[in-house]
């Protein structure tokens, strides 16, 4: 089967680079800078271009008269040039006024070249496009698209792209419709006919005609349909990129169980350990197993007996206790005689891990003669040095750290199981890393060439998104909490009742109790090059360069910050300790700043997100949100579950700034009605996309562009049963299908 063409958009439409080179006529010059704004867009195949839709349509079918036309409304007016003007005041501009015969309108530019002044002179008839203002002085056009008037309208609407600096929405035109000719003049079929027969033929187009109609829809077209992704048109897109995607999670699960992994039986070649750690932990913990937890131990320790590396997911909700499952498989692996690592995304929530397991199992690990070892990048060279000397040599069986145990010089003796921690806060890169790090040694030199990976999340996972993009992982659900959690009462509060919070947690701090304050920035400084902090969530700058950097820093300064809101707690309540905590704190100051607070010695911890996932202090029982409309639903129910943690009636205030967005309303309405994590994650789904659940957001790539889980589970389902019969059926057109949808992002189908 014939591949599609490669070649780069770039060559000359009917050229190909071979033929050029036979000709002897290269072209070896420089690329414009059009062209290479395409290249930094990823725009580098006929395919690529075939597959950059538009944002949005525009009308040029039609020509409006002016007097016909309402207030912004974005027309298309053919008329004659009566006046032009260039004013210095208030600033320079170029004025430029029309007549079509219905009314007059004045074309105004700020910025003008002589090709303007050329084109826009008295007596000449210019084709207008733009949107129309009216206002007492008459009818006005700002910045509007001109041409010499004359010449045949276009027969369909208009793309208009996502684009870039220097790229031209003229240029782009040109170059997608280019590229969409050589691809569709390549097209070759990959999903056999018996399958697609299987969907309901009213739902989609063929892949011709479905690029063909949304690159140029006819100018009755349904644009609601349209944009909404529901037409036609949009589904054959859909079924060929969830089909890609399913494959790929196919091929993955498969390739992994051709993978030998070292077996963690409790009793290795009969030999049991004199102390069983599984046995003496369930002795020392205060509390015993829920049966879901139950549950999730027993898949897994059924997991971690197979020859077959283990990938599974532990999700659960916030406080469901997912860090004693993961002690549980630990012990499984240490018992078995391997090595187990613990990856968690910040240095809060790893000291965490460390300080609990080490109280949990450290005393039967000495007896044993091992450990377990801490390990961070804000160690100092000497700790650091003896950590990778007990990991290196089998002493540390546990290992608990951040990212710093992907490292190069981190080197394991027998690794058997990796645990990450919280893994969407990791990028796409770092997981993707640990796993190929994760290779060891089996007794007697058998190759083990992937320890098993089990990676939690108290972010529950909706049922799409596991069809979709955790495919190739078994699930394990935590879906009960321990006895003994708290309910948690959620207010949404406006920022002018800010006084009225702070009275309450004076309140709160003189009955014993602690709280929280979660800001979303560090301080008032924008970064000079517009690069938003681990833990502010700004949203990117919204222009290239400086100027995208002073439109964040101007945001920014619009926020109240975590160091003013200290400042302000520490003077409205001076009986009570308020502490500070954020990223850029040195890691002996955070460390010693949450030890405080878990000893009760401070009353108030005024923070950024840095307290998000992990953090446990029962005794504080009110959590304040700062700009909560600027927070994510998932982190915000993250965020939550940091208080209700103990036997005290708790609280979580959500403090926003009016006038909320409609999107910020909605999740502050869903935060109120419901503490079910599993219908928070769901809502969050179809409100954000699944880049927060994924870490996707850290890759750059999002793995689906067409389809939409919300809407297209159908579609999920079919690609589903379709993928294992394509790959045993049709191999050959099942890796041409993953090569043309997904090229080297199917990596990141495995992380």
């Given at each position: ?18 033929s ?16 290479r ?10 395919w ?5 839709l538009?944002l ?6 039609r ?30 501009q170029l ?6 015969g219905?009314?007059?309108?004045v ?18 008839r ?5 949107d ?7 009818l ?11 010449g045949?309208?276009p ?6 792209y996502p684009?870039?600096a220097?790229?031209p929405?003229?240029y782009?035109?040109k170059?997608?419709?280019s590229?969409?000719h050589r ?33 140029n ?7 609601v ?15 060929d ?8 999670q196919?091929?993955?699960?498969r ?11 409790a ?8 102390v ?22 027993a ?10 590396p ?5 999700q ?7 860090t ?6 630990a ?5 078995a ?7 968690a ?14 109280g ?7 007896a ?36 710093a ?21 990791f ?18 030199g ?16 909706p ?5 979709s ?5 078994d699930?394990?659900t ?17 920022d002018?009742?800010r ?26 400084q924008?970064?000079?090059d ?5 833990d ?8 290239p ?6 439109a ?35 890691a ?34 009110l ?8 927070f994510?639903?998932s ?106 949808w ?10």
């Amino acid at each position: 089967m014939a591949r599609v063409a490669r070649r780069s958009p770039l060559s000359p439409k009917g050229s190909s680079n071979a033929s050029s080179e036979a000709a002897g006529k290269v072209d070896r010059s420089p690329p414009s800078a059009a062209a290479r704004a395409l290249q930094k867009m990823g725009l580098r195949t006929d395919w690529d271009l075939a597959l950059h839709l538009p944002l949005r349509y525009e009308d040029h079918t039609r020509l409006t008269a002016l007097a016909d036309a309402r207030d912004r409304q974005a027309i298309q007016f053919e008329a004659m040039v009566v006046a032009v003007e260039v004013s210095q005041r208030p600033r320079r501009q170029l004025r430029v006024t029309v007549d079509d015969g219905t009314d007059r309108c004045v074309l105004r530019f700020m910025v003008f070249y002589p090709s303007h002044q050329a084109t826009l002179v008295v007596g000449a008839r210019v084709r207008v496009r733009g949107d129309l203002h009216v206002s007492i002085w008459g009818l006005e056009m700002v910045h509007p698209s001109f041409t010499p008037a004359g010449g045949p309208l276009p027969q369909t609407l208009t793309p208009v792209y996502p684009a870039t600096a220097g790229l031209p929405q003229a240029y782009l035109r040109k170059a997608v419709a280019s590229g969409l000719h050589r691809a569709l003049q390549h097209w070759t079929e990959t999903v056999p006919d018996d399958f697609l027969r299987k969907i309901d033929a009213q739902r989609f187009y063929g892949m011709a005609s479905s690029l063909l109609f949304l690159h140029n829809p006819p100018a009755d077209a349904d644009l609601v349909a349209l944009q909404d992704r529901h037409h036609p048109a949009w589904g054959r897109l859909k079924v060929d990129e969830l089909l890609a995607q399913q494959l790929a999670q196919c091929l993955s699960r498969r390739e992994r169980d051709r993978l030998c992994a070292p077996v963690l039986a409790a009793a290795p070649d009969g030999h049991a350990p004199s102390v069983s750690l599984m046995q003496d932990f369930l002795k020392v913990l205060p509390f015993g197993l829920t049966a879901a937890q139950q549950r999730a131990v027993a898949e897994i320790q059924n997991d971690l007996a197979r020859t077959r590396p283990m990938h599974r997911l532990l999700q659960g909700d916030v406080g469901a206790g997912k860090t004693v499952v993961a002690a549980l498989a630990a012990c499984v692996c240490m018992d078995a005689g391997w090595q187990c690592a613990l990856m968690a995304p910040t240095e809060i929530l790893a000291n965490q891990h460390f300080t609990k397991l080490v109280g949990w199992l450290g005393p039967v690990l000495a007896a044993r003669g091992q450990s377990v070892a801490w390990l961070t990048g804000s160690q100092k060279k000497k700790d650091r040095t003896e950590m990778l000397a007990r990991i290196a040599s089998g002493q540390a069986a546990l290992v608990v750290g951040t990212h710093a145990l992907i490292q190069e010089q981190v080197q394991f003796a027998r690794l058997g199981l990796a645990v990450i921690d919280e893994q969407h806060r990791f990028g796409v890169a770092q997981r993707l890393a640990l796993r190929d790090k994760l290779a060891g040694h089996g007794p007697a030199g058998t190759l083990a060439r992937e320890p098993h990976l089990l990676m939690m999340t108290a972010t529950p996972i909706p049922r799409t998104l596991a069809m979709s993009y955790y495919a190739d992982l078994d699930v394990s659900t935590l879906d009960e909490l321990p006895p003994g959690r708290t309910p948690v009462v959620t207010r949404v509060v406006s920022d002018e009742r800010r006084d009225d919070v702070i009275g309450r947690i004076a309140a709160q701090v003189a009955n014993g109790r602690q709280v929280y304050w979660v800001c979303p920035l560090i301080d008032e400084q924008a970064d000079p090059d517009g690069e938003a902090h681990a833990d502010s969530l700004l949203p990117a700058p919204s222009g290239p360069g400086k100027a995208g950097a002073r439109a964040a820093g101007r945001e920014a300064l619009a926020l109240r910050n975590v160091t003013a809101t200290h400042a302000e707690l520490s003077a409205a309540l001076p009986d009570v300790r308020v502490a500070l905590l954020h990223s850029r704190l040195p890691a002996t100051d955070k460390q010693q700043v949450m030890e405080a607070f878990a000893k009760g010695e401070t009353g108030v911890l005024v923070s950024t997100t840095v307290i998000e996932v992990g953090v446990d202090v029962p005794n504080a029982s009110l959590m304040v949100i700062e700009h909560a409309e600027r927070f994510g639903l998932s982190q915000l129910h993250q965020l939550r579950g940091r208080v209700g943690r103990g036997a005290a009636a708790s609280a979580c205030v959500l403090l926003y700034s009016p006038p909320l967005s409609p999107t910020g309303r909605e999740r502050l309405k869903a935060m109120a009605r419901t503490a079910d994590g599993f219908e928070i994650a769901r809502i969050d789904l179809a409100l954000r996309g699944p880049g927060e659940f994924l870490g996707a957001r850290q890759s750059g790539d999002a793995m689906l562009r067409f389809a939409d889980l919300s809407s297209d589970e159908d579609l999920l389902e079919w690609a589903r049963a379709v993928a294992p019969a394509m790959l045993d059926d049709y191999p050959d057109e099942a890796r041409l299908h993953m090569d043309r949808w997904l090229g080297n992002r199917s990596d990141f189908l495995k992380a």
